[in-house]
């Protein structure tokens, strides 16, 4: 079982940065490939960002390549989203998950657990 919590997210203006955090409990996170989602208000949730396990592999949607960095650190079982030159079209609640296998992965079924999101807004 993994649990996944989100931090980070806030308030910020246009051209602002955040860094969005996601801690993770259990000892498969080393071995399991991380994603950053995103859900608009009225909007269907879509893939942001990817890492793989060791973290050599990453993947961004085409709207945040960039712009926003994914990383992580296994030693402290967190990924991390790094968001720079936000967008009003960036807003939405942010998601972190994992998946059973060490790859990336840009789509949600891939995941198998998922935290319970960190809401983003930025103001134009």
């Known amino acids: 079982q993994v649990q996944l919590v989100e931090s980070g997210g806030g308030l910020v203006q246009a051209g602002g940065s955040l860094r969005l955090s996601c801690a993770a409990s259990g000892r498969t996170f080393s071995s399991s490939g991380m994603g950053w989602f995103r859900q608009a208000p009225g909007k269907e949730r879509k893939f942001v960002a990817t890492?793989?396990?060791?973290?050599?592999?990453?993947y961004y949607a085409d709207s945040v390549k960039g712009r926003f960095t994914i990383s992580r650190d296994n030693a402290k079982n967190t990924v991390y989203l790094q968001m720079n030159s936000l967008k009003p079209e960036d807003t939405a609640d942010y998601y972190c998950?994992?998946?059973?296998?060490?790859?990336?992965?840009?789509?949600?079924?891939?995941?198998?657990?998922w935290g319970q999101g960190t809401q983003v807004t930025v103001s134009s």
């Open positions: 890492i793989s396990s060791s973290g050599r592999s990453t």
């Open positions: 998950a994992a998946r059973y296998r060490p790859e990336a992965g840009t789509s949600g079924g891939e995941y198998a657990y």
